[in-house]
């Protein structure tokens, strides 16, 4: 098919924004957001932008104009103090550093390592980070405390010791010198030389973020009555006593697993005074948003345009905004919901996500290469999976919330330790499988293994994602392909660790292969980790197979066929490959390739496409064409119609 006789069935609409100097067959992404990423001009506070990102943009100014007004209830009333108190900028500038001092005097009067570890427990159960992270999550037995490494200024433990990152390591050291002097604190350079040596050493106990490492989680010790036991140079039972109500018979899983020997070893080695500056760092850090003007412009500078390329800061009512929501989303999200999420879409979303479950049963159960018993068990699964549309179908927890307008370290500080007590009171109940890890405001979706549950929020519900039956490729093509690709997180996961796991490995090969050779522009040699996008690409191209399947069942039922059924299908490719549009910073593209288990948008896009059997037919693609991938390397775990 030529490049004139595609341009001849789109429609007019979509025709204005592809770019017809590139060939469909030859480089899929660019033909669709060529135009696009040309034109596109990031705002200077932005370091990427993509279909999603704008969107959440749209969502930020709706949740902004309702904190900004939030009424006179109780509720509105603890939204108003929170909002008003991070926009008080004459009130934080009054206090300065002064708004530390008490928590910086605690850390520097701990005594030995038993108080600093009671110390951090204490801050900790305030937002700030430790030398390890904890979140309450959920397997088929119930909730258990998960660890995992933590404690580094940096973003990637590489970063401290590969030869190519030397100058930022110093720029690094700079920063952390500037700010600890911002907070009062003596001869910063000195500490700041001692807290990047005490990072660095922590580092090495800090696994490469890889799928390998992330699928590597075993329960040991068993219980934190069992770690609290635990007397390795680490002080666990008074970290547990001031982090808040954590039952004895509460299950522990570390991830990835054998880091807690290294995490103790350091802490045992590490002067004592190198501990309490590291400590201080960690909170001084953890607390350079909400300081003030001189602290939150060093903060942004390193934080943001070094190592993100973002020209300036968010203007500061979004910054409220997300602060409002970090503290108090559930009360805000009440309110999103009555004001953008009505009945209608939720039943047409709810609706589309039942027949994107049943094609992938379908497809599952023509699967080849699964053992009977495996598909059985795949079947089985999905037939369990609980699908949460538009908000919590289940009450929300009534944590209280003391506020107070004219005290913002304050407020951030109750509003992180409220979040972190919902989360410990879980471990003491029943599985809730309604439960949600983000607020219904949020412009994503996800897939929960110990809820064997995903979940669509309120802002994904609305175009160009979903348009509520008004646009049936569009519906497909984007809602559709997200939802199959969180689903498959659930069979992935089972095929990776059962009975045919051996065959899965084989499968997948060629797909880590493939990756492994993509560098996206601006990466400076860096490329992509098929490996550690192993995971991701799997849901790309598994969810886009059962979205176009269930889209071609569609054109079926309505008894569309010939010209205007491949039209349909052109038209379906397009929308999908419009959620790929993407533009990000030098900075930000090189961050992400050394964290992000999601590959780069254009590998997204024309890294999945080739393993489409129906793509191949909508858009006559050939050997020798570039979106060609030989049949011998192309991927599949389900069976799919071709179109």
Same mark, same amino acid.
């Not at 089985?380 to 179908?393: C, K, Q, T, V, Y």
């Not at 929020?457 to 997200?482: E, K, Q, Y």
């Not at 939802?483 to 065959?503: I, K, N, Q, Y």
């Given at each position: 098919?030529?490049?004139?006789?595609?341009?001849?069935?789109?429609?007019? #609409?979509?025709?204005?924004?592809?770019?017809?100097?590139?060939?469909?067959?030859?480089?899929?992404? @660019?033909?669709?957001? #060529?135009?696009?990423?040309?034109?596109?001009?990031?705002?200077?506070?932005?370091?990427?932008?993509?279909?999603?990102?704008?969107?959440?943009?749209?969502?930020?100014?709706?949740?902004?104009?309702?904190?900004?007004?939030?009424?006179? %209830?109780? %509720?509105?009333?603890?939204?108003?103090?929170?909002?008003?108190?991070?926009?008080?900028?004459?009130?934080?500038?009054?206090?300065? &550093?002064?708004?530390?001092?008490?928590?910086?005097?605690?850390?520097?009067?701990?005594?030995?390592?038993?108080?600093?570890? @009671?110390?951090?427990?204490?801050?900790?159960?305030?937002?700030?980070?430790?030398?390890?992270?904890?979140?309450?999550?959920?397997?088929?037995?119930?909730?258990?405390?998960?660890?995992?490494?933590?404690?580094?200024?940096?973003?990637?433990?590489?970063?401290?010791?590969?030869?190519?990152?030397?100058?930022?390591?110093?720029?690094?050291?700079?920063?952390?010198?500037?700010?600890?002097?911002?907070?009062?604190?003596?001869?910063?350079?000195?500490?700041?030389?001692?807290?990047?040596?005490?990072?660095?050493?922590?580092?090495?106990?800090?696994?490469?973020?890889?799928?390998?490492?992330?699928?590597?989680?075993?329960?040991?010790?068993?219980?934190?009555?069992?770690?609290?036991? @635990?007397?390795?140079?680490?002080?666990?039972?008074?970290?547990?006593?001031?982090?808040?109500?954590?039952?004895?018979?509460?299950?522990?899983?570390? /991830?990835?697993?054998?880091?807690?020997?290294?995490?103790?070893?350091?802490?045992?080695?590490?002067?004592?005074?190198?501990?309490?500056?590291?400590?201080?760092?960690?909170?001084?850090?953890?607390?350079?948003?909400?300081?003030?003007?001189?602290?939150?412009?060093?903060?942004?500078?390193?934080?943001?345009?070094?190592?993100?390329?973002?020209?300036?800061?968010?203007?500061?009512?979004?910054? &409220?905004?997300?602060?409002?929501?970090?503290?108090?989303?559930?009360?805000?999200?009440?309110?999103?919901?009555?004001?953008?999420?009505?009945?209608?879409?939720?039943?047409?979303?709810?609706?589309?996500?039942?027949?994107?479950?049943?094609? +992938?049963?379908?497809?599952?159960?023509?699967?080849?290469?699964?053992?009977? %018993?495996?598909?059985?068990?795949?079947? &089985?699964?999905?037939?369990?999976?609980?699908?949460?549309?538009?908000?919590?179908?289940?009450? =929300?927890?009534?944590?209280?919330?003391?506020?107070?307008?004219?005290?913002?370290?304050?407020?951030?500080?109750?509003?992180?330790?409220?979040?972190?007590?919902?989360?410990?009171?879980?471990?003491?109940?029943?599985?809730?499988?309604?439960?949600?890890?983000?607020?219904?405001? &949020?412009?994503?979706? +996800?897939? @929960?293994?110990?809820?064997?549950?995903?979940?669509?929020?309120?802002?994904?519900?609305?175009?160009?994602?979903?348009?509520?039956?008004?646009?049936?490729?569009?519906?497909?093509?984007?809602?559709?392909?997200?939802?199959?690709?969180?689903?498959?997180?659930?069979?992935?996961?089972?095929?990776?660790?059962?009975?045919?796991?051996?065959?899965?490995?084989?499968?997948?090969?060629?797909?880590?292969?493939?990756?492994?050779?993509?560098?996206?522009?601006?990466?400076?040699?860096?490329?992509?980790?098929?490996?550690?996008?192993?995971?991701?690409?799997?849901?790309?191209?598994?969810?886009?197979?059962?979205?176009?399947?269930?889209?071609?069942?569609?054109?079926?039922?309505?008894?569309?066929?010939?010209?205007?059924?491949?039209?349909?299908?052109?038209?379906?490719?397009?929308?999908?490959?419009?959620?790929?549009?993407?533009?990000?910073?030098?900075?930000? =593209?090189?961050? /992400?390739?050394?964290?992000?288990?999601?590959?780069?948008?254009?590998?997204?896009?024309?890294?999945?496409?080739?393993?489409?059997?129906?793509?191949?037919?909508?858009?006559?693609?050939?050997?020798?064409?570039?979106?060609?991938?030989?049949?011998?390397?192309?991927?599949?775990?389900?069976?799919?119609?071709?179109?």
């Amino acid at each position: 098919m030529t490049t004139s006789a595609v341009h001849t069935a789109i429609d007019a #609409g979509l025709d204005t924004e592809l770019d017809q100097s590139v060939r469909p067959q030859d480089d899929f992404y @660019r033909y669709t957001a #060529g135009r696009w990423t040309d034109g596109f001009v990031l705002p200077g506070h932005r370091a990427e932008a993509t279909m999603l990102s704008l969107l959440a943009e749209q969502v930020q100014d709706e949740v902004a104009a309702m904190i900004s007004s939030p009424g006179q %209830d109780a %509720d509105g009333c603890r939204i108003a103090d929170l909002y008003t108190s991070f926009m008080d900028e004459r009130r934080i500038e009054e206090l300065g &550093a002064s708004a530390l001092t008490g928590d910086l005097e605690q850390i520097r009067r701990a005594p030995d390592r038993q108080a600093l570890a @009671r110390v951090l427990g204490r801050l900790q159960a305030q937002g700030i980070t430790g030398a390890v992270d904890l979140r309450v999550a959920a397997d088929t037995r119930g909730y258990l405390l998960e660890l995992s490494p933590s404690g580094l200024g940096l973003p990637s433990a590489l970063l401290y010791r590969e030869a190519r990152s030397e100058r930022l390591r110093e720029r690094y050291f700079v920063h952390v010198a500037t700010m600890l002097s911002l907070a009062g604190l003596p001869d910063a350079e000195t500490a700041a030389s001692r807290v990047l040596r005490a990072e660095t050493a922590l580092s090495g106990g800090h696994a490469p973020p890889d799928s390998t490492s992330r699928a590597a989680a075993r329960t040991c010790p068993a219980t934190a009555a069992e770690l609290a036991g @635990r007397n390795h140079g680490f002080a666990w039972s008074a970290w547990l006593e001031e982090l808040g109500q954590v039952p004895g018979a509460a299950r522990v899983r570390l /991830r990835p697993n054998g880091f807690l020997p290294a995490l103790e070893h350091w802490w045992a080695t590490t002067s004592l005074d190198s501990l309490r500056l590291w400590l201080a760092w960690r909170y001084v850090h953890e607390m350079a948003p909400f300081g003030s003007r001189r602290v939150f412009t060093e903060h942004f500078n390193f934080y943001w345009r070094d190592l993100t390329g973002a020209r300036w800061p968010w203007p500061r009512r979004l910054r &409220a905004t997300a602060f409002v929501q970090t503290a108090a989303g559930d009360l805000v999200g009440e309110r999103y919901l009555r004001a953008h999420l009505d009945p209608h879409t939720r039943a047409r979303a709810a609706d589309l996500v039942t027949r994107m479950a049943g094609t +992938y049963r379908d497809s599952l159960k023509q699967a080849g290469w699964m053992r009977p %018993d495996t598909r059985r068990a795949a079947v &089985a699964l999905l037939d369990s999976m609980r699908f949460e549309i538009g908000g919590p179908s289940g009450a =929300t927890d009534p944590v209280p919330l003391v506020t107070d307008p004219g005290d913002l370290i304050g407020n951030v500080k109750r509003g992180r330790a409220r979040q972190l007590a919902r989360q410990l009171s879980r471990l003491v109940g029943p599985l809730d499988h309604s439960e949600w890890r983000v607020l219904p405001q &949020a412009v994503t979706a +996800y897939y @929960r293994h110990g809820l064997n549950q995903v979940v669509v929020p309120a802002g994904l519900l609305r175009p160009p994602v979903f348009t509520a039956g008004g646009d049936p490729a569009r519906d497909h093509a984007v809602l559709g392909s997200i939802v199959c690709h969180e689903m498959s997180h659930a069979l992935v996961r089972a095929w990776r660790t059962g009975a045919d796991h051996a065959e899965f490995d084989r499968r997948t090969a060629p797909l880590v292969v493939q990756y492994d050779r993509y560098a996206p522009e601006g990466s400076h040699g860096r490329r992509v980790s098929g490996a550690r996008t192993l995971d991701e690409n799997i849901a790309d191209i598994t969810g886009l197979a059962v979205a176009q399947a269930a889209f071609a069942d569609h054109l079926t039922a309505c008894g569309t066929t010939g010209a205007e059924r491949q039209h349909q299908m052109r038209r379906f490719f397009l929308l999908w490959a419009t959620m790929w549009r993407g533009k990000r910073t030098p900075e930000r =593209t090189r961050e /992400r390739l050394e964290n992000d288990p999601h590959a780069p948008p254009q590998f997204r896009c024309n890294g999945v496409l080739g393993h489409i059997p129906a793509f191949y037919e909508a858009f006559g693609v050939r050997e020798g064409d570039g979106m060609h991938i030989r049949q011998a390397d192309r991927f599949s775990l389900i069976a799919v119609e071709g179109n």
